[in-house]
């Protein structure tokens, strides 16, 4: 069975500083991989997804995630966090056997600290 | 467009009684996913609808839960019988039919069992 490990629960960097949150999942065929975001008291957006092609995807607010099939992982970057960026993030898989079944992370909690 | 709108955005209920939620999604969308999301907890799937297909309820914690979506379109989750760990944040997402597509999520219905 599929399933998303996200290692930290929550994670604290200093304004400016390189965010790093990480995603590692486990599938025995390609995966698709997403990243949520949910801002306090509202619902959840998409940051970024990976289905084929570039490995090294681009989302929204300056983040990025790199797909890396040898490692399982779909780590969540950032090179300066900003204030805003205070969020819970959460990984998401789904691949053809699931079908439309996604499978979440328990979410990473990252404070900004000024 | 209008997103994914959830009904009520709050409520209030005391033990023993039970609440309907309601889930409109986006038009057009045949999936529709319910999730749950305690405090300090990660998403937890509860039920899954795709077009006219049996729905996927193998994420129902227990037969005092169950769901419906009238003409593809529209979901009401019930519970029966509200405790209070029933109480959590309930999510509903919609996205397009198939493989590697967003989930679009609702605001969510913030439950209370008193």
């Known amino acids: 069975a599929q399933s998303v490990t996200q290692l930290g629960s929550h994670v604290s960097v200093s304004e400016g500083a390189l965010v790093l949150l990480r995603c590692n999942y486990s599938?025995?065929?390609?995966?698709?991989l997403f990243w949520y975001v949910q801002y306090p008291n509202q619902g959840l957006q998409l940051l970024l997804k990976?289905?084929?092609?570039?490995?090294l995807v681009k989302g929204i607010n300056g983040f990025e995630a790199e797909f890396k099939k040898s490692e399982t992982s779909f780590h969540l970057t950032k090179p300066s966090a900003h204030m805003s960026d205070a969020a819970e993030y959460f990984c998401a898989v789904s691949d053809i056997r699931s079908g439309n079944q996604f499978y979440f992370g328990t979410g990473t909690s990252l404070t900004v600290i000024p | 467009g209008a997103g994914v709108s959830q009904s009520p955005s709050n409520k209030v209920t005391e033990k023993g009684k039970d609440v309907e939620l309601r889930c409109d999604p986006i038009s057009g969308h045949t999936a529709l996913y319910w999730y749950r999301q305690s405090l300090g907890q990660g998403l937890e799937f509860l039920i899954y609808?795709?077009?006219?297909?049996?729905?996927?309820k193998s994420g129902l914690p227990s037969d005092r839960f169950s769901a419906e979506r009238t003409g593809g379109s529209v979901s009401t989750l019930t519970i029966q019988r509200t405790q209070q760990e029933d109480s959590a944040v309930y999510l509903c997402a919609s996205s397009f039919s198939g493989i590697g597509y967003t989930q679009y999520f609702g605001p969510g219905t913030r439950l209370t069992v008193l």
């Open positions: 599938s025995s065929v390609p995966p698709y």
């Open positions: 990976y289905t084929t092609g570039a490995t």
């Open positions: 609808f795709q077009g006219n297909s049996a729905p996927d």
